[in-house]
C-alpha cells in the first residue's frame, strides 16, 4: 500500500449503506403502524434482531431515527412517485401519473400503514421540530409539483383558463389524502378505482 492509498478516506462500504437503508426502511414500515412518535430504538432493534447497541451506532438519538426514517420514506416516495410522474409529459399527463402512481404506491403496500406522509403529516402536525420541518417541506413540495403541472395543463389548454393551480393542486392532493386512508381502513381496491375516476373527471377540460 502506498502513502497516497493510506492517505486516501475510505469510501463507506457498500454492505453498510445496503444495511442501513434496510434498517431505515423497516422503521418506515414500523412507523406507518405505531407513528412516528411511537418509533424507538428498541421497537426497531426488536424488528430488526439488531441489538440497540448496534443500533445506537446508527442513530443516536430518537429524534436522529426519526429524521433518517423520514428521509428514507421520501427516496422510496420519490422512486415510486415523483419519478414515474416526471416522466410522463406536463401538464394533464403529468398529474395523471403523479395520482395514478400514488394509488399504485398505496395499493402495492409498499408501508403496511399506506402513504408514510398522510400518517406523518397528522401525526406531527401539532408538534413543532425538525421532523415537523422536514415533514412540511415535503408537503410543500408535493403541493408545488401539482400546481406547475396544473398550470402547465392550462397553459396547453388542457384545462380552463379560470383554473387556479393552487385550488386544483389542494383539491387533488386532498384526493390522494382520503384515498390513502380509505383504502388503508378498508383495504378495498375499489375505493382507488372510485379515486381514479374522480381523478380523470375533475382532469378533463369542459371545452
Known amino acids: 500500500m502506498t502513502t497516497s492509498d493510506r492517505a486516501r478516506p475510505r469510501k463507506p462500504r457498500a454492505d453498510g449503506e445496503r444495511r442501513r437503508a434496510s434498517i431505515l426502511r423497516e422503521a418506515a414500515s414500523l412507523a ?3 407513528g412516528l412518535d411511537g418509533l424507538t430504538i428498541g421497537g426497531l432493534a426488536a424488528a430488526t434482531g439488531m441489538s440497540k447497541s448496534g443500533l445506537y451506532a446508527h442513530f443516536g438519538s430518537k429524534e436522529e431515527l426519526q429524521l433518517a426514517t423520514v428521509a428514507q420514506a421520501r427516496r422510496v416516495f420519490d422512486a415510486e412517485v415523483f419519478g414515474p410522474a416526471s416522466a410522463a ?6 398529474l395523471v401519473a403523479l395520482c395514478e402512481a400514488f394509488f399504485a404506491h398505496v395499493e402495492g403496500g409498499t408501508f403496511p400503514g399506506g402513504c408514510f406522509f398522510v400518517g ?4 406531527m402536525g401539532t408538534r413543532p421540530g425538525p421532523v415537523r420541518d422536514s415533514i412540511a417541506a415535503f408537503q410543500d413540495e408535493l403541493g408545488a409539483v401539482m400546481a406547475t403541472a396544473v398550470a402547465a395543463a392550462v397553459e396547453r389548454g388542457e384545462l380552463s383558463q379560470d383554473e387556479d393551480p393552487q385550488v386544483l393542486a389542494f383539491e ?3 384526493l390522494l389524502v382520503g384515498a390513502d386512508a380509505a383504502f388503508v381502513l378498508r383495504g378495498d381496491p375499489a375505493v382507488l378505482e372510485v379515486a381514479r375516476a374522480v381523478v380523470r373527471r375533475r382532469l378533463t377540460s369542459p371545452d
Open 32 to 34: 406507518t403502524v405505531t
Open 120 to 123: 406523518a403529516a397528522l401525526e
Open 89 to 94: 409529459q406536463p401538464g394533464v399527463p403529468r
Open 172 to 174: 387533488l392532493n386532498a
